[in-house]
């Protein structure tokens, strides 16, 4: 009875990704992860074919061309469609084994097609199942062998099903498919996103510089350290996956950043001697390079620590060593380059650059601060105050078909699967004992009714069904039987069959229930999980003890580690921020200063989600910690330069002055490359890394300016008060 194969494997097939980063300490996760490896079928993939009325003889002749065509490539072990399921009915005889529709004699006339139909509605199996209940859609599932490469069979088999220019519309899903089509979008996104990035900030840096050295270093320093990075990552057996795919982006923009400082302060000495600037420049510049760099690298790597998701956590690992590479590399690489150069021409642009920026930008800017600091104070109190109400309206998000465009295929074929085949999250209740006992099958009969009594759950599978289904054949009436040697005989005429390694374990101790979950609403599956559990605590015994896990429940894991991994992280990121910079400028309250501006950055970034409706997901969770990583830097520069310049003049207006006129011009320069370079993400194909892109410029521009206006202003008012 293979006909239940499709149905039990597919389920088993989605999400390949999210899947494999779940953690093994989670009991949900783990038990998903032991089932999948145990009763098999991950490496399954289907093919949609969508069309006004399934019906009809020259659809059912083109899904037989598909089902040859694709169980003709190689790679592939075994293809089930409706033209080759295997049907099972009983006669005047006893048992007749056939195919639910023969290739070879394909119902021609409305009589037969009509009774096709019926037989397909008649049986669960078959409705909603390998069929949609409508007769729209129909599903073509394949299976690949074990050392098959998945990427490629994947896309001999979308290449030649497309070849083929049927009428009706094909879908592909399954985790074969979805692994391939996200490699191959992060593939297009790299090959289209690193040029136009570095395309952008060498623009930016070549008006912010106007020099030839002041675009190259910094890009040579972050593509250097981008290389070793993703080199060591590829040599410790790591593999690129949706979030870690925009690290590159990531270090190319925030790498470039620590080498603009250290170009900035070299223009910025006097000294003519090209190596004396620059060990003078280095003196200074060295020590916010690198507390801007370890509090970025702390940023990243708090995601080790508060992340749900192996990727995450990847991702927070690696791009923290490209940023201290990037970081070694700009204080010790471009300082070397730039010995060997001439500073003449270097002086010539500085002035020019001088007479544009700081008197149309930095010095007004200056004056406003001494000017008007309680109303810069009081203005953005309220920004604050407003978006902390914002706040309130974020909404959070796993599922996985949001992460795609409205138009994408993905999403439009995990649509169909949601609205036509009971949804695409897998449901998995294990039962242990012994799986031909009339007691365990009664009880999974029982736990199947209950199940179907969720509005969520419209059908379900297991052994018990095959059972029940093979005495009704016999005559016996569709129920278990109450004998357990009768069971033994039913068992005996499934022995050897395929099907019976996906629903029970090779020792008969373990058997599952496959279902499937349709609501995306997180609140569904929470009441869901609630109402099962119940069953399992009235029914588990000693003899057989019952377990539930799916996709539903890792869902709702993943959804409250959600705000866990925001608060965690954030909570580490800003505690070692304060330390590390309190320590290295010897004052507590520098390090309690440098976090205000970035912290009143992250809420305005809040704020704006919760109005704008962008969700909380997996990759937008990331945004806070990278931007208090990034943002950091500004108000370190900030106070070190005002702290050094304070010591030396001994004048707060000059120190101020100085600060603004100084680090304010590597600041502007950094945020608009920065920026740019994250702007990019904003052409990816994936939905979450568009404003993963959007929210981290925005955040840039926000910490940016609470650098330049709120914490001088804090700096301002509290020297004043102390003098």
């Known amino acids: 009875m293979v006909y239940a194969l499709p149905t039990a494997r597919m389920i088993m097939g989605m999400l390949l990704e999210i899947i494999s980063s779940l953690p093994d300490d989670d009991p949900d996760a783990a038990l998903f992860k032991k089932i999948g490896e145990q009763f098999g079928g991950n490496n399954m993939g289907i093919v949609i074919l969508e069309t006004d009325n399934i019906y009809k003889t020259e659809v059912l002749e083109h899904v037989q061309i598909l089902t040859d065509t694709i169980g003709e490539i190689e790679g592939i072990s075994a293809i089930t469609s409706l033209t080759n399921i295997i049907d099972i009915k009983g006669d005047d005889f006893g048992i007749e084994v056939g195919k639910?529709?023969?290739?070879?004699?394909?119902?021609?006339?409305?009589?037969e097609l009509d009774k096709l139909r019926n037989r397909v509605l008649s049986k669960d199996m078959y409705n909603g199942s390998i069929v949609s209940e409508d007769g729209t859609a129909t599903l073509i599932i394949f299976t690949l062998d074990d050392d098959a490469d998945i990427q490629t069979v994947a896309r001999t088999v979308k290449a030649k099903t497309g070849q083929l220019n049927l009428p009706e519309n094909l879908y592909y899903v399954g985790s074969p498919m979805l692994v391939t089509y996200i490699s191959d979008l992060m593939q297009a996104d790299l090959i289209r996103l690193i040029p136009i990035a570095f395309l952008l900030i060498a623009v930016v840096l070549f008006f912010g510089f106007r020099s030839t050295r002041g675009v190259i270093l910094p890009l040579l320093t972050a593509t250097i350290a981008i290389v070793w990075t993703v080199g060591i990552m590829v040599i410790s057996g790591f593999e690129m996956s949706m979030i870690s795919n925009n690290m590159p982006i990531i270090i190319l923009a925030v790498g470039s950043a620590y080498t603009i400082h250290v170009l900035n302060k070299i223009n910025q000495v006097k000294e003519q001697d090209p190596k004396k600037a620059i060990i003078q420049a280095l003196t200074y510049i060295i020590i916010p390079v690198i507390l801007a760099a370890l509090t970025t690298a702390i940023g990243f790597l708090s995601f080790v620590f508060g992340a749900y998701l192996e990727m995450i956590m990847v991702f927070g690992l690696f791009t923290a060593l490209g940023t201290l590479f990037a970081c070694l590399l700009s204080i010790f690489l471009a300082p070397a380059l730039l010995s060997t150069g001439s500073k003449t021409k270097e002086n010539n642009n500085q002035k020019a650059r001088k007479s544009y920026l700081s008197t149309r930008v930095l010095a007004p800017l200056n004056n406003l601060l001494f000017k008007h600091p309680k109303y810069i104070l009081t203005a953005w109190g309220i920004l604050i105050l407003i978006s902390i109400g914002?706040?309130?309206?974020?909404?959070?998000?796993?599922?996985?078909?949001?992460?795609?465009?409205?138009?994408?295929?993905?999403?439009?074929?995990?649509?169909?699967?949601?609205?036509?085949?009971?949804?695409?999250?897998?449901?998995?209740?294990?039962?242990?004992?012994?799986?031909?006992?009339?007691?365990?099958?009664?009880?999974?009969?029982?736990?199947?009714?209950?199940?179907?009594e969720s509005p969520d759950i419209k059908s379900t599978q297991s052994v018990a069904d095959l059972i029940m289904d093979l005495n009704g054949v016999l005559g016996e009436g569709r129920k278990i039987p109450d004998e357990q040697n009768k069971i033994e005989q039913l068992w005996f005429l499934l022995d050897g069959n395929e099907i019976m390694s996906r629903f029970v374990s090779d020792d008969m101790d373990q058997g599952i229930i496959l279902s499937k979950f349709i609501s995306p609403d997180n609140k569904s599956k929470?009441?869901?999980?609630?109402?099962?559990?119940e069953f399992i605590d009235k029914n588990s015994t000693e003899d057989c003890q019952i377990e539930i896990t799916g996709m539903p429940f890792?869902?709702?894991?993943?959804?409250?580690?959600?705000?866990?991994?925001?608060?965690?992280?954030?909570?580490?990121?800003?505690?070692?921020?304060?330390?590390?910079?309190?320590?290295?400028?010897r004052s507590f309250a520098s390090g309690v200063y440098a976090t205000i501006p970035i912290i009143a950055a992250i809420i305005i970034l809040f704020g704006v989600m919760g109005f704008a409706g962008i969700s909380l997901n997996i990759a937008t969770v990331l945004v806070a910690s990278v931007a208090l990583g990034i943002g950091i830097d500004y108000s370190i520069h900030v106070i070190s330069l005002f702290n050094h310049s304070k010591r030396t003049h001994g004048n707060i207006k000059q120190a101020m002055e100085d600060t603004i006129m100084i680090s304010g011009k590597a600041i502007v320069i950094n945020v608009i490359s920065v920026s740019a370079g994250f702007l990019v993400l904003l052409f990816s194909e994936m939905v979450p890394l568009q404003y993963f892109g959007l929210l981290i410029a925005l955040s840039m521009v926000g910490s940016s300016q609470g650098a330049l206006t709120l914490l001088p202003v804090i700096l301002i008012l509290v020297n004043r008060k102390k003098n």
């Open 526 to 533: 929470i009441e869901f999980a609630r109402y099962i559990n």
């Open 390 to 452: 914002g706040i309130f309206l974020i909404k959070r998000s796993v599922d996985i078909k949001e992460y795609f465009k409205k138009d994408n295929p993905t999403r439009l074929a995990e649509d169909i699967m949601q609205s036509k085949f009971g949804g695409s999250k897998p449901i998995f209740v294990l039962f242990k004992g012994d799986m031909q006992s009339p007691e365990v099958l009664k009880t999974m009969i029982s736990m199947e009714k209950y199940m179907k």
């Open 100 to 111: 639910l529709v023969d290739e070879y004699d394909m119902p021609d006339t409305p009589e």
């Open 554 to 585: 890792v869902d709702v894991t993943m959804d409250r580690s959600l705000i866990n991994s925001q608060l965690g992280s954030l909570s580490i990121a800003i505690i070692f921020v304060i330390i590390i910079v309190g320590l290295i400028l």
